[in-house]
């Protein structure tokens, strides 16, 4: 079936490494960057190099080491590790993959007679304080230089057991569990702490550590102007893309990926929690997690009301689920709101959609319950299932639904589905991103050799069982609606659901389109076309090519904007997917 569809891809122009342009000065090396430190600070008695958990701490040890400065590291004053895993505890849980989003702060991980023998004896004496934290237990003249980690990035060290957690080496466990206390602790601590450092204006320099050995650093004006450029353009985040038990062949295709892996199947096109911004200073690329244009230009990138709502989070995901030449996603289900709130602490949940970019003949979503379902039958059959391998019938209990290109299926929480093997999926969700019960795994092993986790436990508590075969034909299965046509565009609502908070309009055109944020941050794809240009009406900013299946985010602040097709599909028929919050 595959090898039928490929015969009619295109030639790759997919960007896998968008960038925003910034001018400035960058030091590579760790020669350069000390040398500049040197001619900048080098009469100050205390400098703070403060990393972001996941950073390589051995090696910024070793680096300024050379400097004759005597080098203390912030985990010498931190807490016993058992006093850290008691103040943890309750917040990591005893679950294989869930938490509950911690309040814990960076202080109280040092011990205070640690740091107050450090400070009685350190007054008068040339020092560097490395690791997370630094800044705190340094003077307040004393220059911060701060090396920021990509997330992804860190998921890759947990995988290669590289990195220590905050405070905690947990080198030895399964990248799955370091990723819960990334997740659910660490990441939200260092956020905090590295928002208080940037809106105190501590910060002199950032370095970009994300490959090891090469380190790059630009100074505090550079970096302000690569976010504060980026907020009010249109702009990628940088997508990363994994394997998957079930992934597919149509990315490494379509986006010019490694030939050579097994499959693809996940890519993360627009998950600033997740994914990275590069800026483009003299010809060089320096990376940034995407998730620092939230924390320091959340409203012109937002919205007022959006930022309102959401504070510090980006609501919108846009990821690709490719299963052509694949198999079927776990069956699986979301929980509801209120149900991460009380289990979790997070404040909403994953309410999605499934957009077909691309399809098999054969192509089908499971979405939804039959007609009079035995709940009670069903769950235990899953039960038996997991205990026993054997297959459970699922087109007994869920509805099989033909899927072609551009239809587009609404998944609010609660509601049981998969994407079937042959499909390209585009998924456009809310952002949490970790919060799928896996009902059941088609009999399949993960990419470890190992069962995936189940959740049919927490599952069968949000099931909403009234989400059947009527149900799904009336209100979740490609219900489209035009609300303006002319000769040369069709304005089309395609979802999502009204319980979910995220509107999503498709544009089908071929001349200039006039688009208009209305208070929210947009999230586009383009679905169909060679590529198109977005522009400004005023020229508040330069022409943006985006090319087929790209995603690109159109901040808030922008406020009305031009997309037209260009380059090979001038004259030619584009289609762009658009989300955005409902305000």
């Not at 790759?12 to 590579?28: C, E, F, L, R, W």
């Not at 850290?84 to 960076?106: A, P, W, Y």
Request: hydrophobic share 35%.
């Amino acid at each position: 079936m595959f090898k039928q569809i490929k015969t009619a891809m295109r030639k790759p122009n997919y960007d896998k490494y968008p960038a925003t342009h910034v001018s400035g000065t960058i030091y590579q090396g760790w020669e350069n960057i000390i040398a500049e430190l040197e001619s900048r600070y080098g009469n100050r008695q205390q400098w703070a190099i403060d990393l972001y958990v996941g950073a390589m701490e051995e090696e910024f040890i070793s680096a300024f080491g050379r400097t004759g400065r005597r080098i203390v590291s912030t985990r010498s004053l931190m807490k016993t590790q058992p006093e850290i895993e008691k103040l943890t505890e309750r917040f990591m849980t005893d679950d294989v993959l869930f938490g509950f989003i911690s309040n814990v702060s960076l202080d109280e991980y040092f011990c205070q007679d640690k740091v107050s023998e450090f400070l009685a004896e350190s007054k008068n004496e040339p020092i560097i304080i490395i690791g997370t934290g630094a800044a705190k237990f340094a003077a307040e003249d004393a220059p911060v230089v701060y090396a920021d980690m990509a997330r992804w990035e860190i998921q890759q060290r947990f995988r290669r057991h590289e990195v220590k957690a905050l405070g905690y080496d947990n080198r030895e466990e399964p990248p799955s569990f370091q990723y819960k206390r990334g997740y659910f602790n660490d990441w939200n601590i260092c956020d905090r702490h590295k928002l208080e450092l940037a809106t105190a204006h501590r910060i002199g320099y950032w370095i970009d550590s994300n490959q090891a050995g090469k380190p790059k650093m630009i100074s505090n004006q550079t970096f302000i102007e690569g976010i504060r450029k980026t907020a009010r353009n249109p702009f990628r985040v940088v997508p990363f893309f994994d394997p998957a038990p079930w992934g597919g062949q149509w990315m490494k295709e379509v986006c010019d990926l490694d030939r050579s892996e097994v499959n693809y199947g996940w890519c993360f096109d627009c998950v600033p929690e997740e994914n990275s911004l590069l800026l483009d200073v003299e010809g060089t690329r320096f990376e940034i997690p995407a998730q620092d244009l939230v924390l320091l230009e959340a409203i012109p990138l937002l919205g007022e009301a959006v930022e309102s709502r959401f504070g510090k989070s980006f609501p919108i995901r846009f990821d690709f689920l490719d299963t052509m030449g694949g198999g079927n996603l776990s069956l699986q289900v979301h929980p509801t709101t209120q149900f991460v709130q009380t289990n979790f602490g997070i404040h909403y949940t994953q309410d999605e959609s499934y957009y077909l970019l691309d399809a098999g003949e054969d192509a089908v979503v499971y979405l939804g319950l039959k007609e009079g379902v035995d709940s009670t039958g069903m769950i235990n059959g899953l039960r038996h299932a997991q205990e026993t391998g054997e297959a459970f019938p699922v087109e007994k209990y869920v509805n099989k639904i033909p899927a072609k290109k551009h239809d587009h299926f609404l998944i609010p929480n609660g509601t049981i589905h998969c994407s079937g093997r042959n499909s390209m999926v585009l998924e456009i969700s809310a952002t949490p991103n970790i919060f799928t019960f896996k009902l059941y795994d088609w009999q399949r092993l993960g990419l470890d050799g190992k069962p995936r986790p189940i959740n049919i436990e927490r599952g069968r508590q949000v099931i909403k069982w009234e989400r059947d075969t009527r149900y799904v034909r009336e209100h979740l299965a490609n219900h489209i609606e035009t609300l303006a046509e002319t000769p040369h565009c069709k304005k089309e609502r395609t979802g999502l659901h009204p319980n979910e908070f995220i509107e999503t309009t498709r544009y089908t055109f071929d001349e200039k389109i006039t688009l208009h944020n209305a208070g929210s941050v947009h999230v586009l794809n383009l679905a169909e076309g060679e590529e198109a240009v977005v522009e400004s009406p005023n020229g508040a900013f330069d022409p943006f090519v985006v090319h087929y299946v790209e995603t690109f985010i159109v901040p808030a602040c922008v406020g009305e904007y031009t997309i037209r097709p260009c380059g090979k599909a001038e004259g030619k028929t584009c289609k762009v997917i658009e989300a955005h919050v409902r305000v």
